[in-house]
């Protein structure tokens, strides 16, 4: 069984061999320089090819269709890639959000500074912060 730790870092490296893809570093077009098929691809356990791969959990579609990556099959350019890229990035932080049970467990940033996803705590410290704040402004509107 594939772990939620896994997943997460299926995307992960997928992000960055997109991001590959768009300085024309690496080939596009292949599943087996690709994490997530490598992780997913023709598990044999369904009739899906791309069965519990977050992109088809999130499009309902095999082989990344529903994704900017067709618009980059049918003209390689860099900004296809890229598009496809930042779509990999924002379905990491919708996969990472929900968490493990598939609810929003934990909340994730990209810093463009250090270039890396960075957590911004449980949604229980998150909301414990903003109780901690809101007593502190009751408090001074008294």
Same mark, same amino acid.
């Given at each position: 069984m594939i772990t939620f730790k896994q997943k997460l870092t299926a995307i992960k490296g997928s992000i960055?061999? !997109? %991001? @590959?893809? *768009?300085?024309?570093?690496?080939? #596009?077009?292949?599943? *087996?320089? $690709?994490?997530? $098929?490598?992780?997913? &691809?023709?598990? #044999?356990?369904t009739a899906s090819r791309c069965c519990d791969c977050p992109i088809y959990e999130k499009t309902g579609e095999e082989e990344c269709r529903g994704t900017p990556f067709y618009k !980059?099959? $049918?003209?390689?350019t860099s900004d296809n890639a890229e598009a496809f890229? %930042?779509?990999?990035?924002?379905?990491y932080i919708e996969v990472s959000e929900k968490g493990e049970g598939g609810e929003v467990t934990t909340r &994730? *940033?990209? %810093?463009?500074? *250090?270039k890396e996803w960075v957590c911004d705590g449980t @949604?229980?410290?998150?909301?414990e912060k903003l109780e901690k704040k809101m007593k502190i402004c009751y408090r001074r509107i008294k």
């Open positions: 960055k061999k !997109w %991001d @590959m893809v *768009s300085h024309l570093e690496t080939d #596009g077009d292949r599943r *087996s320089n $690709c994490p997530l $098929c490598t992780l997913y &691809w023709a598990k #044999g356990l !980059w099959h $049918c003209d390689k890229r %930042d779509w990999l990035k924002d379905l &994730w *940033s990209f %810093d463009k500074e *250090s @949604m229980e410290e998150r909301i």
